[in-house]
């Protein structure tokens, strides 16, 4: 075993592991006997590709191969990018902007003229009626984009696809999203307008679609639930012609079913949530499996898990053991896919036979239940090596102070079997803030985290105030307040873990991108808790973010920090670049020379301040990067340059051979 000190452990994970040795995995659908999912691969430039294979096992096939990109822009962060049904296929491809239609055996064909301005989300195919229903944002004109849901002719295909734009259905509200339709052709969807994010207010609608000479259209409109304080949310259809959707009426996103004889009740009232925020589109926190039963994933106290909901009855039938949930379900009388994710392993697609493990009386929460087909990672890990969340709390601080209730978190250990560090000393920490802000740090394993904690530092992966999974009172923690609570939530943080030995209370550090970015900017220049901070193309000017972002976020500040402009002076007052004389440690900035969102020239600022302060910095820009890294090389060279900077401050040496990195005021 080697003796080194915490933070220079040699480890068996690189970060060539870490893009090469990886793939992300999403939005898996079933048709039939078949499961199809997206894997995306920063190998590649962070290219996103359709994959299908049989459900019963056999091998996977590429559906787009080539420089097919199946992605797409719409609210900028896209999802819903392709739906399968019936063996005809459609997708949204990055690379021309258009949606194209695959049939079994046959090649893509343009359904969707090509267009820079035109995009196109939440796709669901329906070959039966010959349609397919669309979120559609357009940018044409210079004016802010205006979303619709649209109906595009499936067989309108080929040279003739140039005219095909789409025939709008519903428009008028600033955003919507979701169409289902039913047997019966009833079309639920779900809208909302400016200020409210989909998280805060939302309406779900149903009418009725029908076909006319003059083509595709909704009547009878009404809405059957969510209103201003209210997020209802990820609408389907029973094969009965029951609506099932998920709201936060009760404070936690719970599953409820409508009828219009019947109204509205709850399926499972609980204190858990069953879906997260609409970040993207296109997601399945739930799936319909049949008349009576649903596969769904739900999060209690932080920790999430998959299940059975009987609709009439209300029980839940665990399928995993907690802890192990699911980002992407599907289900169909031949099976059960989900993405399943892991506290101790890689995150894998996985297909559960329910019908066989019925007859075979197993239990369906035991790791064989669920048969993996495709591991997202296929690293092996030596056994010991893996470092566990550990569920911590700590008391609410800073503008809450006094106030009940905690603040949640999980703690990882240092963990390497070959390795240990010298007695009586105690490890760096990394204190992440994740993005959004509106969002949620699970245990499930994730390789970036081993990557810290097998090289010997402890990390503090904190749900602030603000964050989802915790019911909407705690998601209403930062109303008003970005800025204040996740900076006191995440300094509290890491001054309890050093209070309880966990951590080295000389040797604390911050770090977040994004919105994660701006709490670690914040907190460097509002506190004096941490020594070292990184900000990976963090917010530093929250009146530029305000006055120049995209259509989706361009309201998000009015919840988070107050109405602009008429709170211009609070923006200021918590913009890291309003306090850059109380910037009190060193930093790393890490910023894409593209980015849109956070422009470069708030982290060029930042540094020249710390500069002029006598502190250590470091600015790398990452040329054709936006807003966040793709690019294999980009994100080998940033963990390289975190590794350099952490140990020039904390006083240790890599293990790994890093190539150095200019830090002023240090070099």
Same mark, same amino acid.
């Given at each position: 075993?080697?003796?080194?000190?915490?933070?220079?452990?040699?480890?068996?994970?690189?970060?060539?592991?870490?893009?090469?040795?990886?793939?992300?995995?999403?939005?898996?659908?079933?048709?039939?006997?078949?499961?199809? +999912?997206?894997?995306?691969? #920063?190998?590649?430039?962070?290219?996103?590709?359709?994959?299908?294979?049989?459900?019963?096992?056999?091998?996977?096939?590429?559906?787009?191969?080539?420089?097919?990109?199946?992605?797409?822009?719409?609210?900028?962060?896209?999802?819903?990018?392709?739906?399968?049904?019936?063996?005809?296929?459609?997708?949204?491809?990055?690379?021309?902007?258009?949606?194209?239609?695959?049939?079994?055996?046959?090649?893509?064909?343009?359904?969707?003229?090509?267009?820079?301005?035109?995009?196109?989300?939440?796709?669901?195919?329906?070959?039966?009626?010959?349609?397919?229903?669309? &979120?559609?944002?357009?940018?044409?004109?210079?004016?802010?984009?205006? /979303?619709?849901?649209?109906?595009?002719?499936?067989?309108?295909?080929?040279?003739?696809?140039?005219?095909?734009?789409?025939?709008?259905?519903?428009?008028?509200?600033?955003?919507?999203?979701?169409?289902?339709?039913?047997?019966?052709?009833?079309?639920?969807? &779900?809208? +909302?307008?400016?200020?409210?994010?989909?998280?805060? @207010?939302?309406?779900?609608?149903?009418?009725?679609?029908?076909?006319?000479?003059?083509?595709?259209?909704?009547? !009878?409109?009404?809405?059957?639930?969510?209103?201003?304080?209210?997020?209802?949310?990820?609408?389907?259809?029973?094969?009965?012609?029951?609506?099932?959707?998920?709201?936060?009426?009760?404070? +936690? +996103?719970?599953?409820?079913?409508?009828?219009?004889?019947?109204?509205?009740?709850?399926?499972?009232?609980?204190?858990?949530?069953?879906?997260?925020?609409?970040?993207?589109?296109?997601?399945?926190?739930?799936?319909?499996?049949?008349?009576?039963?649903?596969?769904?994933?739900?999060?209690?106290?932080?920790?999430?898990?998959?299940?059975?909901?009987?609709?009439?009855?209300?029980?839940?039938?665990?399928?995993?053991?907690?802890?192990?949930?699911?980002?992407?379900?599907?289900?169909?009388?031949?099976?059960?896919? @989900?993405?399943?994710?892991?506290?101790?392993?890689?995150?894998?697609?996985?297909?559960?036979?329910?019908?066989?493990?019925?007859?075979?009386?197993?239990?369906?929460?035991?790791?064989?239940?669920?048969?993996?087909?495709?591991?997202?990672?296929?690293?092996?890990?030596?056994?010991?090596?893996?470092?566990?969340?550990?569920?911590?709390?700590?008391?609410?601080?800073?503008?809450?102070?006094?106030?009940?209730?905690?603040?949640?978190?999980?703690?990882?250990?240092?963990?390497?079997?070959?390795?240990?560090?010298?007695?009586?000393?105690?490890?760096?920490?990394?204190?992440?803030?994740?993005?959004?802000?509106?969002? %949620?740090?699970?245990?499930?394993?994730?390789? #970036?985290?081993?990557?810290?904690?097998?090289?010997?530092?402890?990390?503090?992966?904190?749900?602030?105030?603000?964050?989802?999974?915790?019911?909407?009172?705690?998601?209403?923690?930062?109303?008003?307040?970005?800025?204040?609570?996740?900076?006191?939530?995440?300094?509290?943080?890491?001054?309890?873990?050093?209070?309880?030995?966990?951590?080295?209370?000389?040797?604390?550090?911050?770090?977040?991108?994004?919105?994660?970015?701006?709490?670690?900017?914040?907190?460097?220049?509002?506190?004096?808790? %941490?020594?070292?901070?990184?900000?990976?193309?963090?917010?530093?000017?929250?009146?530029?973010?305000?006055?120049?972002?995209?259509?989706?976020?361009?309201?998000?500040?009015?919840?988070?920090?107050?109405?602009?402009?008429?709170?211009?002076?609070?923006?200021?007052?918590?913009?890291?670049?309003?306090?850059?004389?109380?910037?009190?440690?060193?930093?790393?900035?890490?910023?894409?020379?593209?980015?849109?969102?956070?422009?470069?020239?708030?982290?060029?600022?930042?540094?020249?301040?710390?500069?002029?302060?006598?502190?250590? &910095?470091?600015?790398?820009?990452?040329?054709?990067?936006?807003?966040?890294?793709?690019?294999?090389?980009?994100?080998?060279?940033?963990?390289? /340059?975190?590794?350099?900077?952490?140990?020039?401050?904390?006083? %240790?040496?890599?293990?790994?051979?890093?190539?150095?990195?200019?830090?002023?005021?240090? !070099?």
């Amino acid at each position: 075993m080697t003796s080194a000190p915490y933070g220079s452990w040699p480890s068996p994970l690189t970060v060539d592991q870490l893009t090469t040795g990886s793939v992300g995995l999403a939005e898996v659908r079933l048709d039939g006997d078949r499961v199809h +999912w997206l894997e995306s691969r #920063a190998d590649q430039g962070g290219r996103t590709s359709l994959w299908r294979a049989p459900l019963a096992g056999g091998p996977a096939v590429e559906l787009t191969p080539g420089s097919a990109n199946v992605r797409t822009r719409v609210h900028e962060y896209g999802g819903g990018g392709y739906d399968v049904a019936d063996g005809v296929v459609v997708h949204a491809d990055l690379a021309d902007g258009r949606v194209h239609v695959r049939r079994d055996g046959a090649p893509a064909v343009p359904l969707t003229p090509a267009s820079g301005e035109l995009r196109y989300a939440d796709l669901k195919v329906h070959p039966d009626r010959g349609l397919v229903l669309a &979120v559609r944002e357009d940018h044409r004109g210079g004016r802010e984009a205006v /979303a619709t849901l649209v109906a595009l002719d499936l067989d309108a295909v080929g040279p003739g696809a140039d005219a095909q734009e789409g025939q709008v259905l519903v428009q008028g509200p600033d955003f919507c999203s979701t169409p289902e339709l039913s047997g019966d052709d009833r079309l639920a969807w &779900v809208q +909302w307008d400016h200020p409210a994010m989909p998280w805060d @207010a939302t309406a779900l609608m149903v009418g009725t679609l029908t076909r006319t000479a003059a083509g595709w259209e909704v009547g !009878d409109v009404h809405q059957v639930a969510g209103g201003p304080a209210e997020s209802a949310v990820q609408p389907r259809w029973l094969p009965d012609g029951t609506l099932v959707f998920v709201s936060d009426r009760s404070g +936690w +996103w719970n599953l409820y079913a409508w009828t219009p004889a019947g109204g509205i009740h709850a399926l499972h009232p609980t204190e858990a949530e069953f879906c997260g925020p609409q970040w993207v589109l296109g997601q399945t926190p739930y799936a319909v499996l049949d008349a009576d039963r649903l596969l769904c994933s739900l999060t209690r106290s932080g920790v999430q898990s998959v299940a059975l909901l009987q609709v009439s009855t209300g029980e839940l039938t665990p399928l995993t053991a907690p802890g192990t949930g699911a980002e992407d379900l599907a289900a169909s009388p031949a099976g059960l896919a @989900a993405v399943l994710t892991h506290p101790d392993r890689a995150t894998g697609l996985a297909v559960l036979d329910l019908a066989a493990a019925d007859l075979a009386g197993g239990d369906l929460t035991g790791a064989g239940a669920w048969e993996e087909r495709r591991p997202s990672s296929s690293l092996p890990l030596p056994p010991g090596s893996v470092s566990l969340a550990e569920a911590v709390s700590w008391p609410r601080s800073g503008v809450e102070a006094g106030e009940p209730g905690e603040v949640h978190g999980w703690y990882y250990p240092p963990t390497n079997p070959e390795a240990s560090a010298p007695a009586g000393t105690l490890p760096p920490l990394i204190t992440l803030s994740h993005g959004g802000p509106t969002s %949620f740090s699970s245990a499930s394993l994730t390789l #970036a985290y081993q990557f810290w904690t097998s090289r010997g530092y402890a990390v503090l992966d904190v749900n602030y105030g603000g964050s989802t999974g915790y019911g909407r009172a705690y998601r209403e923690r930062l109303v008003d307040r970005w800025g204040l609570v996740d900076v006191a939530d995440c300094a509290a943080g890491a001054l309890a873990m050093a209070e309880q030995g966990r951590a080295d209370p000389a040797r604390l550090a911050v770090r977040g991108g994004s919105a994660g970015g701006y709490t670690t900017l914040r907190a460097l220049t509002a506190t004096t808790t %941490f020594a070292a901070g990184i900000s990976q193309y963090g917010v530093g000017d929250l009146e530029a973010l305000a006055l120049d972002t995209h259509k989706f976020e361009s309201r998000y500040l009015d919840g988070l920090v107050g109405p602009y402009p008429a709170a211009r002076a609070v923006y200021l007052e918590r913009s890291p670049l309003s306090h850059l004389d109380t910037l009190a440690a060193p930093v790393l900035l890490l910023q894409g020379t593209e980015d849109k969102v956070v422009p470069p020239q708030q982290a060029e600022t930042m540094a020249e301040a710390a500069r002029a302060a006598g502190l250590a &910095v470091a600015l790398l820009l990452f040329p054709g990067e936006g807003h966040g890294f793709r690019r294999s090389e980009t994100i080998k060279a940033s963990y390289d /340059a975190q590794q350099y900077f952490l140990g020039r401050l904390f006083g %240790f040496t890599p293990a790994d051979d890093v190539p150095p990195i200019s830090i002023d005021n240090l !070099d």
